[in-house]
């Protein structure tokens, strides 16, 4: 499949995400969307990587190191997502403990 | 050595000072440490020479700055003045009550160990350290002790004296690299030989710093918004003592570093001093409150000190040098007499007061005692200094001194003025009940009465002392 | 003997202090001796010097050094010569009489202000000895400086009272301004000569190195300072303002010493002002002008001290006039005789005044012949002195000063016996409204006038005598060779200008014709006055037009206040309310209040709102992408995409 169907992709996965954060207030769907970003870019670098591993294949069939990069990449960035997940989740439970409410406009105050 | 205790004295005392919690403590504390640094100066420049005024250890000698502190005959008597003053500002206000006392002390010492430091640094990195260390001190006094707008008015001192001292840091580190050793040495810095172009650069960096702390116009309107709103002790320490610093640094600092730069603007200098006293001493004569009077009046006084300094003669600087002391000790004493009233009747505004000749006649003849001392009546100590000046401004330009010349009729307008509405009249509501002043206001302004008279009639022991700072300064460039 | 020359300053200053400092446990009797006795031992030692300087000449003796500087030295030294030590005689003589006439006068003040009083009187000689005595600018000016101290202290010596306030820090601000001028003489001098020694200016080597210009400007600059002082045209207001203070210091000190500081001053350098012939010509019209235009002031006064301080004014204007057409001695004699008359005028109405319980308006005065013998004679006499009657002292010295105007400008003497028949007029209204007609006080007043006590009585009869044989020591040459010992005796002084001046010998008839003229205009002058005013009612009509005009002096207060004290208050606030607090304050609160709305602004958009922040993040990514890569590298990108 030619490169350019990823990127196609993984730019509308991502446009979903930046105007979903953008536009809703519930903090869990702001939350999802930014997984929905999150996870375009990981598809994206994947996708990149495989390229670039393909390419990096030498005539004599020997693996280069060059493509593996962006699927460790991958993998970083899945494991601190569901960190940051857990400890996002938690303030929203926080919040909603406290103000009944997952609207992100209802902690407009800094303060207090 | 005896500058180094000069210094460490008044750091530890007042360090000491903010431990302690009773207010007796604290201000015989703060009286005991004062008596005994005028102790220690007083040895020092009487009876002491030579080595025991110098001090030079190195201190940061990767940077090229040494730990130097030399006396001359100018820091001699500008330790004096800084060295007499703290002690009859404790004793004058030994009755008046601030909060947390031991901290009050404790930076009125740390601010004249600053003070000290200044008059006897011989290292640019130092001066700058001592500068800083006596300006601090009183942005937290004037701050927490101060009056009702104090925050705003404290703020606005902090930016105008901040802003100087960054220029003029600006104008030090210049230097340092410009000294062939990297040297911050007062030495290294006379001995450059800047070009006439960068030294017309630096020379206003060091200038604008100087001028507002002493303050020259226009740099001058955080002045009589913080004596205003201070509390009258440390209005007493930076009017008698802390401007003085921006006349020294001028004349250590300004005059000999950049010799071709203040010729040449020798002459804006002086018009704009010339224009302040003429200006400040028209404001002072429609003011309604003593406290920004005499901060007026200072700003007049000061003016002159600063149209001295640049006409560049003997005589001139001569009567810079002895007025820098009769100035301190003068507004000193009207502090006082403003202070006294204000704590005793509870306003500074000339229109509520009248008639305390009747009540205090001890207190109405310091008042005039001192202001004809601050007026320069003849067998006072600032005849002595103001004429010199005059002659000195005279020798630079004749209109200059005539110009000047005319703050001194107008000084006797606001200051006969200012008498006549506190003390003559009848007596008014708020001065009906008034009583004669306590005892150790009456025997401070004593003091300092005869000191007004015996320097007035007998003024060449002080020419003598700074006539070789003075050679130095103009000669030996 | 000159050894002895400190003690003369020294007795009035310890009275001075022992007065001040022990003016509340000191009885009044003791404080009256102390303040008169210092000044009487001062006059003993005076005449002590006065007869050493006569047989051998004056002497200059330094205590310390005042002020030595680079540039100039100035000593505290004192210089007793002919000038200096007939100015010694005149201040201790009067100013003895004048305590002891003070110590009744005031005894009705509280022992602590009499204590007070005395001290500034006692600190007043003692500022005068040192103007007098001074042997060089420097010294004269701390004298000069504190007799206006003291003028000060004792204009407003009756604090309580506002107006007198006002009236004292007139007068102090208005000898500032001459003072200034006398001042920049003085530091002119110190420039060009680096000395401002009597002895060491004025000798030939030195007056050489000044230009005519520099001499010109140092006599115009003490002139200035002389027309402060002395109260001549322009700043002459403060003086008749000053008669707000107590009688004897009227006086003593506005009109026996302190006001002829000038004459002494042009006297002491009168070769300066020889070599300077403008300056002179403008003394003399300035003296002239002075001396009629107060005159004719006088002529409507009613306060009976107002009419004295213009004549004052008047006849410190006529010795001006002898100072600026050459006659130094003339002028210094009349300096004296006008010290006896003058200090004998304002006693005497000092007498009239505490008799009449502090009434000073001479229309409510009158007949007083009858109750105050003492004081009527003695008035009289120095009315007829003053008027210039011979052979009463005022004749001979007016006369020498108008005979030497006239070799100058004839002009300048018809002017000068035009003011002296001005002055015959208002003095004689003022002895015959006071002393001639019915009385016109009420009732309680006219029961208690009485005849002062002794004290009061006594200097006025030795003035008395003074006025009346004073001038015998100056009887002009016409008379009889060498009858003028005055002149004699200051010849010294004013050698090197007689040398320098040309002189105008008149004929010794025309000379008899102008005295006898003159004596008879006065004497008319005095029969109209006191007929005119011999039956006059207090009912008489209002006055108007020239006489209004003269009765509010010109108008010249009021001109005063709005061309020159109510612009500069103006300017004043201006620059107070104006410039300081929206100019220069508000540049400066301007930048902070710049930076604060700046900030300000910039805080909105810490909304608070996530949405808005994430925004904000999105489309600074954009446009830092867009930054990032160049235009052309975008377009690349995007035509390798699509």
Same mark, same amino acid.
Request: glycine content about 8%; proline content about 3%.
């Given at each position: 499949?030619?490169?350019?169907?990823?990127?196609?992709?993984?730019?509308?996965?991502?446009?979903?995400?930046?105007?979903?954060?953008?536009?809703?207030?519930?903090?869990?769907?702001?939350?999802?969307?930014?997984?929905?970003?999150?996870?375009?870019?990981?598809?994206?670098?994947?996708?990149?990587?495989?390229?670039?591993?393909?390419?990096?294949?030498?005539?004599?069939?020997?693996? $280069?190191?060059?493509?593996?990069?962006?699927?460790?990449?991958?993998?970083?960035?899945?494991?601190?997502?569901?960190?940051?997940?857990?400890?996002?989740?938690?303030?929203?439970?926080?919040?909603?403990?406290?103000?009944?409410?997952?609207?992100?406009?209802?902690?407009?105050?800094?303060?207090? | 050595?005896?500058?180094?205790?000069?210094?460490?004295?008044?750091?530890?005392?007042?360090?000491?000072?903010?431990?302690?919690?009773?207010?007796?403590?604290?201000?015989?504390?703060?009286?005991?440490?004062?008596?005994?640094?005028?102790?220690?100066?007083?040895?020092?420049?009487?009876?002491?020479?030579?080595?025991?005024?110098?001090?030079?250890?190195?201190?940061?000698?990767?940077?090229?700055?040494?730990?130097?502190?030399?006396?001359?005959?100018?820091?001699?008597?500008?330790?004096?003045?800084?060295?007499?003053?703290?002690?009859?500002?404790?004793?004058?206000?030994?009755?008046?009550?601030?909060?947390?006392?031991?901290?009050?002390?404790?930076?009125?010492?740390?601010?004249?160990?600053?003070?000290?430091?200044?008059?006897?640094?011989?290292?640019?990195?130092?001066?700058?350290?001592?500068?800083?260390?006596?300006?601090?001190?009183?942005?937290?006094?004037?701050?927490?002790?101060?009056?009702?707008?104090?925050?705003?008015?404290?703020?606005?001192?902090?930016?105008?004296?901040?802003?100087?001292?960054?220029?003029?840091?600006?104008?030090?580190?210049?230097?340092?690299?410009?000294?062939?050793?990297?040297?911050?040495?007062?030495?290294?810095?006379?001995?450059?030989?800047?070009?006439?172009?960068?030294?017309?650069?630096?020379?206003?960096?060091?200038?604008?710093?100087?001028?507002?702390?002493?303050?020259?116009?226009?740099?001058?309107?955080?002045?009589?918004?913080?004596?205003?709103?201070?509390?009258?002790?440390?209005?007493?320490?930076?009017?008698?003592?802390?401007?003085?610093?921006?006349?020294?640094?001028?004349?250590?600092?300004?005059?000999?570093?950049?010799?071709?730069?203040?010729?040449?603007?020798?002459?804006?200098?002086?018009?704009?001093?010339?224009?302040?006293?003429?200006?400040?001493?028209?404001?002072?004569?429609?003011?309604?409150?003593?406290?920004?009077?005499?901060?007026?009046?200072?700003?007049?006084?000061?003016?002159?000190?600063?149209?001295?300094?640049?006409?560049?003669?003997?005589?001139?600087?001569?009567?810079?040098?002895?007025?820098?002391?009769?100035?301190?000790?003068?507004?000193?004493?009207?502090?006082?007499?403003?202070?006294?009233?204000?704590?005793?009747?509870?306003?500074?505004?000339?229109?509520?007061?009248?008639?305390?000749?009747?009540?205090?006649?001890?207190?109405?003849?310091?008042?005039?005692?001192?202001?004809?001392?601050?007026?320069?009546?003849?067998?006072?100590?600032?005849?002595?200094?103001?004429?010199?000046?005059?002659?000195?401004?005279?020798?630079?330009?004749?209109?200059?001194?005539?110009?000047?010349?005319?703050?001194?009729?107008?000084?006797?307008?606001?200051?006969?003025?200012?008498?006549?509405?506190?003390?003559?009249?009848?007596?008014?509501?708020?001065?009906?009940?008034?009583?004669?002043?306590? %005892?150790?206001?009456?025997?401070?302004?004593?003091?300092?009465?005869?000191?007004?008279?015996?320097? %007035?009639?007998?003024?060449?022991?002080?020419?003598?002392?700074?006539?070789?700072?003075?050679?130095?300064?103009?000669?030996?460039? | 003997?000159?050894?002895?020359?400190?003690?003369?300053?020294?007795?009035?200053?310890?009275?001075?202090?022992?007065?001040?400092?022990?003016?509340?446990?000191?009885?009044?009797?003791?404080?009256?001796?102390?303040?008169?006795?210092?000044?009487?031992?001062?006059?003993?030692?005076?005449?002590?010097?006065?007869?050493?300087?006569?047989?051998?000449?004056?002497?200059?003796?330094?205590?310390?050094?005042?002020?030595?500087?680079?540039?100039?030295?100035?000593?505290?030294?004192?210089?007793?010569?002919?000038?200096?030590?007939?100015?010694?005689?005149?201040?201790?003589?009067?100013?003895?009489?004048?305590?002891?006439?003070?110590?009744?006068?005031?005894?009705?003040?509280?022992?602590?202000?009499?204590?007070?009083?005395?001290?500034?009187?006692?600190?007043?000689?003692?500022?005068?000895?040192?103007?007098?005595?001074?042997?060089?600018?420097?010294?004269?000016?701390?004298?000069?400086?504190?007799?206006?101290?003291?003028?000060?202290?004792?204009?407003?010596?009756?604090?309580?009272?506002?107006?007198?306030?006002?009236?004292?820090?007139?007068?102090?601000?208005?000898?500032?301004?001459?003072?200034?001028?006398?001042?920049?003489?003085?530091?002119?001098?110190?420039?060009?000569?680096?000395?401002?020694?009597?002895?060491?200016?004025?000798?030939?080597?030195?007056?050489?190195?000044?230009?005519?210009?520099?001499?010109?400007?140092?006599?115009?600059?003490?002139?200035? %300072?002389?027309?402060?002082?002395?109260?001549?045209?322009?700043?002459?207001?403060?003086?008749?303002?000053?008669?707000?203070?107590?009688?004897?210091?009227?006086?003593?000190?506005?009109?026996?010493?302190?006001?002829?500081?000038?004459?002494?001053?042009?006297?002491?350098?009168?070769?300066?002002?020889?070599?300077?012939?403008?300056?002179?010509?403008?003394?003399?019209?300035?003296?002239?002008?002075?001396?009629?235009?107060?005159?004719?002031?006088?002529?409507?006064?009613?306060?009976?001290?107002?009419?004295?301080?213009?004549?004052?004014?008047?006849?410190?204007?006529?010795?001006?006039?002898?100072?600026?057409?050459?006659?130094?001695?003339?002028?210094?004699?009349?300096?004296?005789?006008?010290?006896?008359?003058?200090?004998?005028?304002?006693?005497?109405?000092?007498?009239?005044?505490?008799?009449?319980?502090?009434?000073?308006?001479?229309?409510?005065?009158?007949?007083?012949?009858?109750?105050?013998?003492?004081?009527?004679?003695?008035?009289?006499?120095?009315?007829?002195?003053?008027?210039?009657?011979?052979?009463?002292?005022?004749?001979?010295?007016?006369?020498?000063?108008?005979?030497?105007?006239?070799?100058?400008?004839?002009?300048?003497?018809?002017?000068?016996?035009? %003011?002296?028949?001005?002055?015959?007029?208002?003095?004689?209204?003022?002895?015959?409204?006071?002393?001639?007609?019915?009385?016109?006080?009420?009732?309680?007043?006219?029961?208690?006038?009485?005849?002062?006590?002794?004290?009061?009585?006594?200097?006025?009869?030795?003035?008395?005598?003074? $006025?009346?044989?004073?001038?015998?020591?100056?009887?002009?040459?016409?008379?009889?060779?060498?009858?003028?010992?005055?002149?004699?005796?200051?010849?010294?002084?004013?050698?090197?200008?007689?040398?320098?001046?040309?002189?105008?010998?008149?004929?010794?008839?025309?000379?008899?014709?102008?005295?006898?003229?003159?004596?008879?205009?006065?004497?008319?002058?005095?029969?109209?006055?006191?007929?005119?005013?011999?039956?006059?009612?207090?009912?008489?009509?209002?006055?108007?037009?020239?006489?209004?005009?003269?009765?509010?002096?010109?108008?010249?207060?009021?001109?005063?206040?709005?061309?020159?004290?109510?612009?500069?208050?103006?300017?004043?606030?201006?620059?107070?309310?104006?410039?300081?607090?929206?100019?220069?304050?508000?540049?400066?609160?301007?930048?902070?209040?710049?930076?604060?709305?700046?900030?300000?602004?910039?805080?909105?958009?810490?909304?608070?709102?996530?949405?808005?922040?994430?925004?904000?993040?999105?489309?600074?990514?954009?446009?830092?992408?867009?930054?990032?890569?160049?235009?052309?590298?975008?377009?690349?990108?995007?035509?390798?995409?699509?």
């Amino acid at each position: 499949m030619p490169i350019q169907y990823y990127i196609y992709f993984c730019l509308t996965l991502f446009s979903i995400g930046i105007v979903g954060v953008l536009t809703r207030r519930n903090a869990i769907v702001v939350f999802m969307c930014v997984e929905l970003m999150l996870n375009a870019v990981n598809l994206l670098l994947v996708a990149f990587s495989k390229m670039h591993h393909q390419v990096g294949l030498g005539a004599d069939g020997a693996a $280069s190191q060059a493509g593996i990069d962006g699927q460790l990449f991958v993998f970083f960035i899945m494991v601190v997502a569901a960190a940051e997940v857990s400890v996002g989740l938690a303030i929203i439970v926080m919040m909603y403990r406290n103000t009944h409410s997952v609207d992100i406009n209802f902690l407009n105050r800094l303060k207090n | 050595m005896i500058p180094v205790f000069l210094i460490l004295i008044p750091l530890v005392a007042g360090l000491v000072s903010f431990f302690l919690k009773e207010a007796k403590t604290a201000k015989a504390w703060s009286l005991f440490a004062s008596l005994v640094i005028l102790a220690v100066a007083v040895t020092g420049i009487f009876f002491l020479h030579g080595a025991n005024l110098f001090y030079d250890v190195p201190w940061l000698s990767e940077m090229g700055s040494r730990f130097s502190l030399l006396t001359d005959g100018m820091g001699k008597m500008l330790l004096l003045l800084t060295t007499i003053s703290f002690p009859v500002i404790f004793i004058a206000t030994y009755h008046n009550d601030y909060k947390n006392p031991g901290s009050f002390y404790g930076l009125m010492l740390l601010a004249q160990a600053g003070l000290i430091g200044v008059f006897v640094a011989g290292d640019a990195l130092l001066f700058y350290f001592f500068w800083e260390l006596a300006l601090i001190p009183v942005y937290f006094l004037c701050s927490l002790w101060g009056g009702e707008k104090r925050i705003a008015v404290t703020f606005k001192f902090f930016i105008y004296t901040f802003i100087g001292s960054l220029l003029m840091l600006v104008g030090i580190l210049y230097l340092y690299y410009q000294t062939p050793d990297h040297s911050f040495a007062l030495q290294s810095f006379y001995n450059l030989k800047l070009s006439i172009g960068s030294e017309r650069f630096i020379f206003w960096l060091f200038f604008i710093a100087f001028a507002i702390k002493m303050p020259v116009f226009p740099f001058h309107t955080w002045q009589p918004d913080a004596y205003e709103q201070s509390p009258t002790s440390v209005t007493m320490v930076m009017s008698g003592v802390m401007v003085k610093m921006g006349i020294f640094a001028a004349i250590r600092w300004l005059l000999p570093i950049f010799p071709n730069a203040s010729l040449q603007f020798a002459n804006i200098i002086i018009i704009l001093s010339v224009t302040g006293m003429l200006y400040a001493s028209l404001i002072a004569i429609r003011q309604d409150d003593i406290k920004r009077l005499i901060a007026y009046s200072s700003i007049a006084h000061i003016g002159l000190m600063c149209a001295a300094i640049f006409a560049n003669n003997k005589t001139g600087m001569e009567g810079v040098m002895i007025q820098m002391f009769n100035h301190g000790v003068n507004v000193i004493g009207l502090w006082i007499v403003a202070d006294t009233i204000e704590q005793r009747l509870g306003t500074r505004k000339f229109s509520e007061l009248g008639g305390l000749a009747q009540k205090a006649p001890a207190l109405a003849i310091l008042l005039v005692v001192m202001s004809f001392a601050n007026i320069a009546l003849p067998l006072t100590n600032a005849f002595v200094g103001e004429f010199l000046m005059f002659n000195g401004l005279f020798r630079y330009n004749i209109w200059m001194a005539a110009a000047a010349g005319v703050s001194v009729i107008l000084a006797a307008v606001y200051t006969l003025n200012m008498v006549q509405k506190v003390l003559y009249g009848n007596t008014v509501e708020r001065t009906a009940n008034a009583t004669e002043i306590s %005892g150790n206001v009456k025997w401070i302004l004593v003091v300092l009465v005869i000191i007004v008279i015996a320097l %007035g009639v007998y003024p060449q022991p002080m020419i003598d002392m700074t006539k070789d700072t003075v050679h130095a300064i103009l000669y030996n460039r | 003997m000159s050894k002895l020359v400190f003690l003369v300053p020294l007795f009035p200053l310890l009275g001075f202090l022992v007065n001040g400092l022990g003016r509340k446990s000191m009885s009044k009797s003791l404080v009256s001796v102390v303040g008169s006795g210092a000044i009487l031992a001062s006059f003993v030692v005076s005449l002590l010097l006065f007869f050493d300087v006569k047989a051998n000449g004056g002497a200059v003796s330094t205590l310390f050094n005042f002020i030595d500087v680079d540039g100039f030295k100035i000593p505290f030294a004192f210089q007793v010569d002919q000038l200096s030590s007939l100015f010694l005689l005149i201040i201790t003589g009067i100013g003895f009489l004048i305590h002891l006439y003070s110590s009744a006068y005031m005894h009705e003040e509280e022992p602590q202000h009499f204590g007070r009083y005395f001290a500034y009187l006692n600190l007043f000689v003692f500022s005068m000895l040192l103007l007098v005595m001074g042997a060089n600018y420097v010294i004269m000016f701390i004298g000069w400086e504190g007799v206006g101290l003291c003028s000060y202290l004792l204009i407003g010596f009756w604090f309580k009272n506002n107006n007198y306030n006002y009236a004292a820090r007139k007068a102090f601000v208005m000898n500032r301004i001459g003072d200034l001028g006398f001042l920049l003489a003085v530091f002119w001098l110190l420039f060009k000569l680096g000395t401002a020694t009597y002895g060491e200016v004025f000798t030939a080597a030195n007056l050489a190195k000044l230009s005519s210009f520099d001499i010109t400007a140092i006599t115009m600059l003490l002139f200035v %300072g002389a027309m402060g002082k002395s109260a001549q045209i322009p700043l002459y207001t403060w003086l008749p303002d000053a008669m707000a203070g107590p009688t004897p210091v009227s006086a003593l000190i506005h009109a026996a010493t302190m006001v002829t500081a000038g004459i002494y001053m042009i006297a002491r350098s009168n070769i300066l002002y020889t070599m300077a012939p403008a300056t002179q010509t403008l003394v003399a019209v300035i003296g002239l002008a002075t001396a009629i235009f107060a005159a004719t002031i006088a002529l409507k006064q009613n306060d009976i001290k107002k009419v004295l301080a213009y004549s004052t004014v008047s006849q410190l204007g006529y010795m001006f006039l002898g100072l600026g057409v050459g006659a130094y001695t003339g002028a210094v004699f009349h300096v004296m005789t006008h010290a006896f008359f003058k200090a004998l005028l304002f006693l005497g109405a000092g007498s009239v005044i505490h008799a009449m319980h502090h009434e000073q308006d001479i229309r409510k005065m009158g007949g007083l012949k009858k109750h105050m013998p003492v004081t009527h004679l003695t008035f009289l006499l120095a009315c007829l002195a003053i008027a210039g009657i011979p052979p009463f002292s005022g004749f001979f010295s007016k006369d020498e000063i108008l005979t030497a105007s006239y070799g100058v400008s004839p002009l300048y003497y018809y002017i000068g016996v035009a %003011g002296a028949l001005m002055t015959a007029f208002y003095m004689f209204r003022l002895y015959t409204l006071t002393f001639l007609g019915k009385f016109r006080g009420t009732h309680e007043q006219e029961h208690h006038v009485h005849e002062s006590r002794w004290q009061m009585t006594v200097p006025l009869i030795v003035l008395a005598i003074l $006025s009346v044989v004073g001038g015998l020591v100056g009887i002009p040459e016409v008379f009889a060779e060498h009858a003028h010992s005055l002149e004699h005796f200051l010849a010294p002084i004013f050698a090197e200008s007689a040398k320098m001046a040309e002189h105008h010998h008149l004929e010794a008839s025309q000379e008899y014709l102008m005295m006898g003229g003159s004596t008879l205009a006065i004497i008319i002058m005095i029969v109209f006055a006191v007929n005119r005013y011999k039956k006059y009612q207090a009912t008489e009509a209002e006055n108007a037009g020239v006489s209004k005009l003269l009765e509010n002096k010109w108008y010249i207060d009021e001109l005063y206040d709005a061309v020159i004290v109510n612009p500069l208050n103006a300017l004043a606030g201006f620059f107070k309310n104006i410039i300081e607090k929206s100019g220069i304050d508000g540049l400066v609160n301007g930048v902070g209040r710049m930076v604060s709305y700046g900030s300000r602004q910039l805080r909105l958009l810490q909304s608070g709102q996530v949405g808005n922040y994430i925004l904000i993040m999105v489309l600074a990514m954009v446009v830092f992408f867009l930054i990032w890569f160049n235009d052309n590298t975008i377009v690349q990108l995007f035509n390798k995409l699509f």
